[in-house]
């Protein structure tokens, strides 16, 4: 059976990434801990434009100063999914207060959820 897959991408300034990777890192052993599968944050390192393609900075609207997290959350499922994020918003871990307190723009984050189709 085919995993399902949460995938972010967000734009972040580089003076940021240490105070993400802090938030990050609870909220892998919170996902985990609810059965997610594997749980990824990845930040952008070579992100120079192939000819022809879009790059990932142009992509999340990255301005100077800025740099991308491309992430994701591995699931068995949709419905597992769905089980495990019920669990994660429920957990008081989870709670960080006003958006404008986190280190990056959440109006700025793209989100979806996705199929494997290749992988599985």
């Not at 085919?2 to 580089?14: E, R, T, V």
């Not at 052993?29 to 393609?53: I, K, N």
């Not at 949709?78 to 307190?101: F, I, L, Q, W």
């Amino acid at each position: 059976m085919p995993h399902y897959i949460d995938g972010f991408l967000l734009p972040i300034a580089k003076d940021q990434i240490e105070n993400y990777r802090a938030i990050s890192s609870q909220a892998a052993a919170v996902w985990r801990e609810h059965g997610a599968l594997d749980y990824r944050e990845c930040v952008g390192e070579a992100l120079e434009p192939m000819e022809g393609l879009a790059s990932f900075p142009v992509v999340a609207g990255a301005k100077e100063g800025e740099t991308v997290i491309f992430a994701y959350i591995v699931y068995e499922s949709r419905a597992h999914r769905d089980e495990v994020n019920a669990k994660v918003m429920a957990d008081p871990r989870m709670k960080c207060g006003e958006p404008d307190s986190m280190p990056f723009d959440c109006r700025r984050m793209a989100y979806g959820g996705f199929q494997t189709i290749v992988g599985d």
